[in-house]
């Protein structure tokens, strides 16, 4: 299999640490999107926690679905997109 390069969005979420994490075993090229770059500590720890493997493979941007800023920048070179982010709670 070729390594595809991946964008899934909503990075933080439930779906997307999943799909991150098989994603990077099958030995893809992953980009994910978070709201904001202050969440990507935290992802990584729940990642690596959740065992991780080939982290080098992963890159973060900010994007948000409500705005938008950087998803020009996400989407730059992907070669499919796994869309799985869902839009905040709004109160």
Do not use: N
């Not at 595809?4 to 999943?18: E, M, Y």
């Not at 690596?48 to 080098?56: I, L, P, T």
């Amino acid at each position: 299999m070729i390594p595809q390069r991946v964008l899934v969005t909503g990075g933080s979420g439930f779906i997307a640490g999943h799909c991150i994490l098989q994603l990077l075993e099958r030995g893809h090229f992953v980009r994910t999107t978070i709201r904001s770059r202050a969440k990507e500590a935290a992802v990584l720890d729940v990642l690596q926690g959740a065992g991780m493997v080939h982290s080098d493979r992963l890159s973060f941007v900010a994007a948000d679905l409500l705005r938008d800023d950087g998803w020009a920048e996400a989407v730059a070179g992907m070669d499919v997109v796994l869309h799985v982010a869902s839009r905040p709670q709004l109160d």
